[in-house]
């Protein structure tokens, strides 16, 4: 028991508010609750089957051409090594 009261005690540290911010943050609201502490943040969207679908099939779409842009240059070497091969 002596032991535990001959315990060094930890330094508090004391930060000192120099008035500088990186971002000015007046204009928040605290987080995810406002000042009269309601939560801010809206209902998500009820997800459906045909959600994951659609996302799918919009990726794909957006990336068909550069897909095809990327395979034509891959089959263009290989053709190029094929001819310079013989």
Known sequence: MS??????KKE????IDDGRTIADMSGTSGGM???K???DRPKPAVSTTQTPWQTYCNAVKMMFKPMLVVIGIISLAFLLMYLFAK
């Open 37 to 39: 502490g309601k939560k």
């Open 3 to 8: 032991e535990k009261k001959q315990k060094k």
């Open 33 to 35: 609750f406002s000042a």
């Open 12 to 15: 508090k540290i004391i930060y």
